[in-house]
């Protein structure tokens, strides 16, 4: 009895684009054409549409948009970001990547988003840009953090890598800051068969400086103007993201409604904090956050039952042993914390038919 419901279902996503997709790859290997052509050019031009935004630079992992997007906002040694105390490690990376140092604020305690509330104190003379996570599929509260840096002058970088499609009032994630980030890891809401990632930018100055970055630092063969990277797409994954891509509405219109379903079928059990998505957010759900206090308990219950769960994320980043350096001590961050300890991730992804997910409502009701 292992895994019935299984935390994530890849497999069946991929049956619906198999048709598309595996002629195309055939064509793609058969070209002898394999690392950004005319697959990835034509993937960014969408990509970048979808995110109402000018352009898209594809990179080869989430974390490389980040650190590209930082360092042609001209952040290096010496300087600081605020971040999030509560995101995937990987935000932390990409500002660490460029020398600059990760200052971080405790999240808001019904969206788990950064607190706008927190970041005031955290500026300093060495502050150049504020990062906000758009955590488990829902925008942070942009207004807010947009005045603030607009009033401070500072940059907003966004890590959309969760949140393909959110919006806040009516805005795309990765279109509200200068730049937005995002992760084509596998299973992001929108993934690749491998790894990917890109940034978006509507500002032509950082969008070249980016596409160099991204590529050696070369606007032509063997000359360097920038020390560059190589975080080159290739053609497979850029021709793989542009099929998927023509379904994402319509798979995070399947996350929304599976997400509903949960909402009724766990909404009057005791002890059990169901997420909340702020009605001027679009949230798109990449994950579905429950709190429990004994959350290791009924993890495990759910587990031999057979149904999959994830912990986002078990540590917060202050408390994570590689960044000690930055001298955050336990008790700094409560509302992450808290969210380290009680955290449950239910398995969500519009496969998951109403049939499931009353399965999954009464193993949790009948192990609390
Ligand atoms: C996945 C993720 C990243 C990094 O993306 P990779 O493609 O794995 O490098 C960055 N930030 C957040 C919040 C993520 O969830």
Not at 58 to 65: I, L, P, Q
Not at 102 to 123: H, N, R, S, Y
Not at 257 to 274: E, F, K, M, S, T
């Amino acid at each position: 009895m292992k895994n019935i419901i299984p935390y994530l279902d890849l497999p069946a996503q991929y049956r619906q684009i198999q048709a598309e997709a595996e002629p195309l790859v055939l064509d793609i290997l058969r070209s002898g054409r394999y690392v950004m052509g005319r697959q990835v050019a034509d993937f960014e031009a969408r990509f970048a549409s979808f995110c109402s935004a000018k352009a898209a630079i594809a990179v080869n992992t989430g974390t490389s948009a980040l650190h590209i997007a930082f360092l042609a906002a001209g952040i290096g040694r010496g300087d600081e970001i605020i971040a999030p105390a509560m995101t995937f490690i990987a935000t932390l990376s990409g500002i660490d990547y460029t020398g600059a140092r990760p200052v971080l604020v405790d999240v808001d305690p019904v969206t788990f988003t950064m607190d706008p509330a927190k970041i005031e104190a955290a500026i300093t003379p060495r502050t150049k840009a504020i990062c906000p996570v758009h955590l488990y599929g829902q925008c942070a509260d942009m207004d807010p953090i947009l005045e603030i840096a607009r009033r401070r002058g500072l940059l907003v970088i966004e890590d959309a890598a969760q949140a393909h499609g959110a919006e806040y009032k009516g805005r795309r994630a990765g279109s509200m800051g200068v730049m937005g980030c995002f992760s084509f890891y596998p299973g992001k809401n929108l993934g690749a068969c491998g790894e990917g990632g890109a940034v978006v930018t509507s500002d032509p100055a950082l969008e070249r400086t980016m596409r160099l970055l991204r590529d050696w630092g070369a606007p032509q063969k063997y000359r360097h103007d920038l020390k560059g990277f190589n975080y080159r797409l290739d053609e497979i994954q850029g021709a793989l993201l542009r099929i998927k891509l023509q379904h994402l509405e319509d798979w995070t219109e399947g996350r929304i409604r599976v997400a509903h379903n949960y909402q009724r079928a766990l909404a009057d059990i005791p002890g059990v904090q169901l997420p909340i998505a702020l009605p001027h957010n679009r949230h798109v759900y990449h994950i579905y956050p429950i709190r429990v206090a004994d959350r290791d308990g009924l993890k495990k219950r759910l587990d031999d039952a057979g149904v999959g769960t994830g912990i986002h994320y078990p540590i917060p980043c202050h408390l994570q042993p590689c960044f000690a350096e930055l001298g955050y001590k336990e008790g700094d961050f409560p509302v992450a914390e808290a969210i380290a300890r009680e955290e449950l991730s239910l398995p969500i992804y519009p496969e998951l038919g109403a049939e499931q997910i009353r399965a999954i409502a009464a193993l949790v009701r009948s192990s609390l």
